[in-house]
Structure formats: structure tokens, C-alpha cells
């Protein structure tokens, strides 16, 4: 007999999903989703009738459950150990779930083709989206991120507050505002496929044309900011720099982690740096693009506004209007909750699916021949 949270939500929990992960459960993502019902209901989600087991004899036969996860980091292990379902039922989900790139973790093989019929990821056209973070309007409904997403034009957005200024702590009549440094930059991976530390030193040496320093905390810099003391990091990210390096670690389509949360939620403008079409996930005029205007041309866009505070405000109008969370904060947006939900409400679950081509849609085939040929030389 299924546990019940309330006589109102009795029907959402009478029928068990049953779902296995068929990798090793205790490594991330999948770590969270825990042992039994306890995320769901500890998250109070309004599904809290799915079981996650590593279990494979569970049921008595793993053909039993509704949906196998398979985690994507561990995609070779499979294939080097011969470790597969011999065999499957029709309307099972098979669930490839990942939330690190594709370029870290590519499908270069056909072997996956016709074998998963669900993804739960990053990217935004997956089955199941799993966002890094979520964007609400001004009525506190989700509208991001998305491919298709339709923001208010910049031109058709009001001034910033007055209070927004008096916060920045800057002086109007001044040519300099208060703010007094250029821009942070939080990072402990200094060997990166995106190569961004290379982009980063070109950089450095443009800033300095314009007298502009950059403080890198991390393992990567000569600065501290321990992980314990985040919000006291963003704090000073919020009180003392103007800019923020949000540079990924690798080139993925819509791979845009929450690191631009740094800047977005503490009055700071995002430098961005990756493969994503970022449109789809910050309104124009709210960031700078660090590929598309190139070392030079950044720092010295970074000195224009430093030195011009009103062209600065300007990428806070849309502050207004859409806000920045974490899943986890609502459990109608949480990632776990949404996966439930899923099993029991989603139209795909009654269908017989399967994805044909995976591999061409998790990583692009130029990208595969760039792996091939980086191991042969």
C-alpha cells in the first residue's frame, strides 16, 4: 500500500512508478533522486508516488519497471562491461539523463541509435528538460528557458528604479561610479576544452590597455572564495565589480549552467563565453558575449561603461520584469518533481517512442570528428 500526504492528493499517489537506475545511482545527477519515495516527498512535489531503486530484482524482473534510467557519464561503462537489458518491454521508458555537456561525455557511435526513447537533460529540446536554472516574469510564471522564448523589447522597458542606482551605489553626477573593480571571475578548472584560460590571458592583456584589472578567485587565481561562503562571495561580486566571467568549461548547444546566476541575481553584468545561443536564455541588452565581440573589442566595450554609468544601467531594465531561480526553490519547477510528474501525467508514457538517430542529436558529428582526430595525433 502506497504512503498518502493528504485525502486531497490520495489519487497522485495510489499507483506506484516504479523506476531503476541501471548505472551507479550514487554518482550526479542521479545521486539526488535518492532511495525509495523520500525526494518526492520531502519536496512535497505534488507527484510523490515514484520509487527509485538501483534494485534490478526488485520486481522480479527489471521489464517490470516503468522507466530505466541510465546515467550519461557512464554510457562506455556499459559497453565495456556488456552490461544491457537483454530484454525490454515496449512501453518501458529508457531515460538517458545527463546534465554535463555533450562535449564532455560525446556519443560518437550508432550503437545508442533505436535504444533510448526518453532524454532527460540539459538541452532544450529534451523529453524531459532538466534546467540549471528557470526564468519567471513579473507575475512569477515560468516563461524560460526556452528555444522559442519572446522577451519584452528593451526598447519598450521602463527606465531602472531609482532605488536600483541608490543600490549601485554609484554617483550620478560622477563620470566613475563606486563600484571600483572591473570584473571577478570564480573558477577552479584551468585546463578546459572550451579554452577559455587562453581566452581569458588575451583578455587580460586588452584590459590592461584600459588600466582594467581582473580578480580571479579559485584554484585558477592568486584570490580565494571558498564554496562554504558563497553568498558571502556574491555578495562582494555584488558590491565591488561591474562584470562577471561566466564562462563554461566546454562548446555544447544549450549548455548554460548556473553560473551566470552569479551575475544575474547580484546586480552585475555577465560576460558569457560558450557554445549556446544565449538569446534563448537572457533578454538582450542584459550581457556581453565574449565570443562574438573577441578580446579587444570586450575590454573595450568593459571600459565604455564603466566609465559611462547610465549606458550601464541599461542592462538592468530587464530586472523588472523577468527574474532568475533555482529549480529547487518551488517544488513546481524542481527537476525531481517535474520527472514524476512526467511518469504519471506525460502523453509519451502511453506511447510506444524511440529515438532514432541519438547520437546526432546528443553530439554533432564535426564534433565527433574532432574527437577522433585529437586522439590520433
Not at 560622477?174 to 585546463?191: E, P, Q, R, Y
Amino acid at each position: 500500500m502506497s504512503e498518502k500526504t493528504s485525502s486531497a492528493d490520495s489519487e497522485k499517489t495510489e499507483s506506484i512508478k516504479h523506476i531503476l537506475i541501471w548505472t551507479e545511482k550514487n554518482l550526479k545527477p542521479l545521486i539526488n533522486l535518492g532511495e525509495g519515495r523520500t525526494v518526492f516527498i520531502e519536496k512535497k512535489c505534488e507527484w510523490n508516488n515514484c520509487n527509485v531503486t538501483g534494485d534490478r530484482n526488485l520486481l522480479g524482473d527489471y521489464t517490470e519497471f516503468e522507466a530505466i534510467i541510465f546515467g550519461g557519464t557512464q554510457l562506455y561503462l556499459l559497453r565495456y562491461k556488456n552490461d544491457l537489458p537483454k530484454r525490454r518491454d515496449p512501453k518501458q521508458k529508457y531515460i538517458y539523463a545527463n546534465l554535463e555537456s555533450a562535449a564532455s561525455y560525446p556519443v560518437c557511435t550508432s550503437v545508442w541509435n533505436y535504444f533510448f526513447n526518453t532524454t532527460w537533460t540539459y538541452r532544450l529540446d529534451s523529453t524531459l528538460f532538466w534546467p540549471y536554472f528557470i526564468i519567471e516574469d513579473s507575475n512569477n510564471i515560468r516563461v524560460g528557458p526556452k528555444k522559442n522564448i519572446h522577451w519584452m523589447n528593451i526598447s519598450d522597458m521602463d527606465p531602472i528604479d531609482k532605488d536600483l542606482k541608490v543600490k549601485f551605489k554609484f554617483i550620478l553626477e560622477a563620470t566613475i561610479g563606486l563600484k571600483s573593480k572591473a570584473a571577478a571571475w570564480f573558477v577552479s578548472n584551468c585546463n578546459t576544452m572550451s579554452l577559455r584560460e587562453l581566452f581569458v590571458k588575451q583578455l587580460e592583456e586588452q584590459m590592461h590597455v584600459y588600466a582594467l584589472e581582473l580578480d580571479v578567485y579559485g584554484d585558477c587565481g592568486k584570490l580565494q572564495c571558498s564554496q562554504i561562503n558563497m553568498k558571502g562571495c556574491e555578495l562582494m561580486l555584488q558590491k565591488n565589480y561591474y562584470f562577471y566571467l561566466a564562462f563554461e568549461n566546454t562548446f555544447s548547444e544549450d549548455y548554460v549552467t548556473e553560473k551566470i546566476l552569479h551575475a544575474l541575481r547580484h546586480d552585475t553584468v555577465p560576460i558569457v563565453f560558450g557554445g549556446a545561443n544565449y538569446t534563448r536564455f537572457m533578454p538582450e541588452g542584459s550581457y556581453l558575449n565574449a565570443l562574438e565581440l573577441g578580446p579587444h573589442k570586450l575590454a573595450q566595450r568593459m571600459h565604455e561603461l564603466i566609465h559611462n554609468p547610465e549606458a550601464y544601467f541599461l542592462y538592468f531594465k530587464w530586472k523588472k520584469y523577468y527574474s532568475y531561480h533555482f529549480p529547487h526553490e518551488k517544488s513546481e519547477t524542481d527537476a525531481y518533481c517535474n520527472f514524476c510528474e512526467f511518469l504519471n501525467t506525460h502523453e509519451s508514457m502511453k506511447k510506444k517512442t524511440v529515438i532514432e538517430y541519438f547520437n546526432i542529436w546528443w553530439t554533432p558529428h564535426v564534433y565527433c570528428q574532432d574527437v577522433h582526430n585529437i586522439s590520433i595525433h
